[in-house]
């Protein structure tokens, strides 16, 4: 009787409801996405090895659908890697729930560890030692994800009472929480380049 269950399931199916179930909030499980899908979690099994694997299965859908830009040996390091952080936050920013999934699980997917190399590569032909790549990656990586967390949270980020003062001035300045986040992830991306920037200098 459980053929039929297990028959109907695809790779692509249980994806597409792992990402719908993340978008609405609840609780993420693979029990609660084998319910959604109509089966029992150990059903899931015979498609996924287990959350890690489905969650890799799942980043490889992210750069599928937001895939970074071509690679190009002639692109300088700060073009390829704003490229490709623009690329990561449009993914985070459809999915933001989704974060916090991801910071929890190691990154296996040879898709996605292929787009880390990438950038590592970018910085190592631009003379960055080792130690300054790995540094530079997990700063442009944290901040790409923590834009990603803002967009989940609430809109209004200070609830100041009484209502006065600069910083309920700074917190009614925008009516737009995604245009303000967009103003953040800006401002914050060219200062981290900037940095990068200023220590190749010297």
Do not use: N
Request: net charge negative; proline share 6%.
């Amino acid at each position: 009787m459980g053929r039929p269950s297990v028959a109907r399931l695809s790779i692509e199916g249980i994806v597409d409801e792992a990402l719908a179930l993340i978008d609405s909030g609840d609780t993420f499980s693979m029990r609660a996405l084998g319910k959604r899908l109509g089966v029992a979690a150990p059903s899931l099994y015979y498609h996924v090895g287990g959350l890690d694997h489905l969650v890799d299965l799942i980043r490889d859908r992210m750069v599928r659908d937001f895939p970074p830009p071509v690679p190009d040996d002639g692109r300088p390091w700060r073009e390829e890697l704003e490229a490709i952080l623009r690329s990561m936050r449009a993914g985070y920013a459809a999915h933001p729930r989704l974060v916090a999934l991801l910071v929890g699980t190691p990154i296996t997917s040879e898709t996605v560890l292929g787009i880390y190399e990438r950038m590592a590569a970018s910085l190592h032909a631009a003379g960055f030692a080792p130690h300054a790549v790995s540094v530079y990656l997990e700063a442009l990586d944290s901040f790409a994800l923590g834009i990603a967390l803002e967009r989940a949270a609430p809109s209004e980020v200070w609830r100041t009472s009484p209502a006065t003062g600069a910083l309920a001035a700074a917190s009614s300045a925008w009516t737009d929480a995604d245009a303000r986040l967009d103003a953040a992830f800006e401002i914050g991306l060219q200062a981290l380049l900037d940095a990068i920037d200023r220590a190749q200098r010297g």
